[in-house]
């Protein structure tokens, strides 16, 4: 599997190159990812499949307005009625260069409360991998930054919150906690500038 890391923001590219350092599978580009050629791309959306806005607009102009209609199709046929963050749904798009869509939510709706705090990040990547892992067509993905739009995440903790996925599903670094405060500072550890506690 190749994974493609694609931003316009100079700041997240550096920090992508700083966590994933040393990997082959792994390429960093900075430019516009809807001009890339993958198997997949990522739509880093929200749980509703409104594609109307911000890099889900640009796919949308890309790949074509129906699908955001099939996906939020699907979305309403799931038992939830909408798709949770930290799961997925792959689309085929009938583009030749960019066959597959995996739309993974980085948020409920398009909001920048809370989301710079969150591990919405670390969720999102792990069903992205999960889903490109298990589909036969799919042997390249290209990825955004994940919560770094709208939901104003600063880059090394969106790379930070990738990388920790991407250790987890592809390298196989199982999480293995031997009491609740060790899952706590692992937690902790994926977003420093989350509160755990409120009092």
């Known amino acids: 599997m190749k994974y493609i890391l694609a931003d316009t923001n100079p700041k997240l590219i550096t920090a992508w190159q700083e966590f994933f350092a040393g990997i082959p599978a792994v390429s960093i580009t900075e430019g516009d990812i809807t001009r890339l050629k993958a198997d997949a791309i990522v739509s880093p959306a929200n749980s509703f499949g409104f594609m109307d806005g911000s890099l889900d607009y640009a796919l949308s102009e890309r790949l074509g307005w129906d699908l955001e209609k099939r996906l939020q199709q699907q979305i309403k046929q799931l038992p939830e009625g909408e798709l949770l963050i930290g799961t997925a749904l792959t689309l085929e798009t009938g583009d030749p260069d960019i066959p597959w869509l995996i739309s993974a939510p980085t948020m409920r709706i398009p909001t920048n409360f809370n989301i710079d705090t969150s591990i ?80």
């Open 120 to 199: 919405n990040a670390y969720l999102a990547m792990k069903a992205i991998l999960l889903h490109a892992h298990r589909h036969p067509e799919i042997h390249s993905v290209a990825i955004p930054g994940l919560c770094t739009g709208v939901g104003r995440m600063q880059p090394i903790i969106c790379a930070r919150q990738m990388f920790t996925a991407f250790e987890e599903i592809v390298l196989g670094k199982k999480q293995d906690f031997k009491n609740f405060a060790e899952a706590q500072k692992y937690h902790w550890n994926i977003n420093p500038q989350g509160m755990i506690w409120t009092h």
